[in-house]
């Protein structure tokens, strides 16, 4: 019986730690996939063996060290694999690396999450998409800041990397921002971002992310983001779609 | 690439700031220092050259990129003197460096700030438990770092070096004497505590640190610096 090297504690739906499978599919190594479920509470082995705070994702190597939190968790992967070229050896890369997620967390990402549920009338709604849009586009232009030769379609390039790695989650749920608006709204945003010349960076870096296999891989259904995503923050306001 | 020319925006008084600054000192790196006022409404050039959002550090190599928020600007200056040694080479001890500023920041410096801010003296008291709480958390991650052999026995986060984790952290624990100064919060001490030994032993180790000593003001100037966020 050949024992794991690493036990990753787990839950598909949970975009946090879709980004470390991400890093286990690019980093090619063997892994045990332990399955949390977020709706019930925690089993006490986890709370006391793995993570206090009962949250997932959460790496348990052979040795028994325990690392948290979805950054740390992916940047260790990638740390300890330097062939997967996860992590760019230029440190000026590497600090805009960071500096694109942690842009996109605390700005684009809660302009978005806003957006997808600014339900409750068409002004709202008007508003938060126009912010929305203004977000995506600060992105662009940090996108087209880092690649200067503007080819991509990565954050850095050709190479997929630890940016892209940590957003494609997000990237790859990009249809919540729309998914509870009605049908009309939803082409419209489609159609809106197409047309706008100041996003189109984003839109290519997007497409090949959520496109990457590993990715794929690494991404719940549709469905069971619609139903995790409804379940958290739509309550009784869930739309039959 | 080949690093001609560093210029930080940089203001004394803000602890993430002082990350940078501990970065510089610690790498020797050459650099010029542009101070930035905070009290007062940043000035046009740097809002649109600079930081939009206005706040330091911020870090401008070569005249042409330009590097935001405080533990990326640091870390920038530590890959540049990789014999410095500030980052380990370790990836568990990397992982673990960043865990551990993550989770300062995430949980023990709110604790210190509600434990430190709020004057009303019930909820002070349930504050200080608090934060008693957070530093034994902490405490255990220190105790708990993983260190081979020639990382040594010493007081800092991973042994007799003064690495990334220390400095990240240094500003705050510089200010941790806060507590007690705008309300009537007992000081926590060794002596009420002594499962807090590993913490008192590394605040201590951090704050001896001669870049740490130039890099924070004095505590009067921060008394008085603060005291617009008691409540």
């Known amino acids: 019986m050949t024992v794991p090297k690493l036990t990753i504690y787990n839950n598909i739906a949970c975009p946090y730690a879709n980004r470390v499978l991400i890093a286990l599919q690019e980093t090619q190594q063997e892994y045990e996939l332990v399955d949390i479920d977020l709706k019930t509470p925690r089993p006490e082995y986890y709370l006391k063996e793995v993570n206090p705070y009962g949250e997932v994702p959460a790496l348990k190597a052979a040795d028994g060290n325990v690392i948290l939190e979805s950054l740390v968790i992916a940047e260790y992967l990638a740390d300890s694999h330097p062939d997967a070229n996860l992590l760019s050896k230029d440190p000026l890369q590497r600090a805009q690396s960071r500096y694109l997620i942690q842009h996109w967390t605390s700005r684009a990402q809660p302009a978005i999450a806003k957006a997808s549920l600014a339900l409750d009338s068409p002004a709202e709604e008007a508003k938060a998409l126009d912010l929305a849009e203004a977000e995506l586009e600060k992105v662009d232009a940090l996108l087209r800041q880092v690649n200067i030769t503007k080819e991509g379609p990565y954050f850095l390039g050709a190479q997929f990397s630890y940016a892209d790695l940590a957003l494609a989650p997000f990237l790859a749920r990009g249809y919540l921002l729309t998914a509870f608006h009605e049908e009309p709204v939803q082409k419209a945003w489609d159609e809106r971002l197409k047309a706008n010349r100041n996003v189109q960076r984003f839109l290519t870096w997007r497409q090949a992310v959520v496109e990457r296999p590993s990715v794929l891989k690494s991404t719940p259904s549709k469905e069971v983001v619609l139903e995790a995503y409804s379940t958290k923050f739509l309550k009784n306001r869930l739309q039959k779609k | ?231």
């Open chain 2, 1 to 231: 690439m080949t690093v001609s020319k560093l210029v930080l925006y940089n203001s004394n008084l803000c602890p993430y700031a002082a990350r940078a600054v501990l970065a510089l000192a610690e790498t020797n790196q050459e650099h010029e220092v542009v101070p930035i006022d905070l009290s007062v409404p940043r000035p046009e050039w740097y809002l649109k050259d600079i930081n939009p959002y206005g706040q330091v550090p911020a870090l401008k190599i070569n005249d042409k990129d330009i590097i935001l928020e405080s533990l990326f600007v640091a870390e920038y200056i530590a890959d540049l003197h990789p014999e410095a040694g500030l980052l380990p080479k370790d990836a568990l001890q990397r992982a673990q460096t960043r865990y551990l500023i993550h989770h300062w920041g995430a949980r023990t410096q709110p604790a210190h700030h509600k434990a430190t801010f709020i004057t009303d003296a019930a909820e002070a008291a349930a504050n200080r438990e608090t934060l008693v709480a957070e530093l034994e958390k902490v405490n255990k991650l220190l105790v708990d770092a993983h260190r081979v052999e020639s990382d040594g026995q010493g007081p800092f986060f991973l042994g007799d070096k003064f690495t990334f984790a220390d400095l990240a952290i240094a500003p705050f624990l510089a200010r941790f004497f806060l507590l007690g100064q705008y309300n009537d919060v007992k000081e926590i001490t060794k002596a009420e505590f002594p499962q807090l030994e590993r913490f008192f032993q590394w605040k201590e180790a951090v704050l001896a640190r001669s870049s740490v000593q130039k890099a924070t003001p004095s505590q009067e100037t921060l008394v008085s610096s603060y005291r617009k966020w008691v409540k």
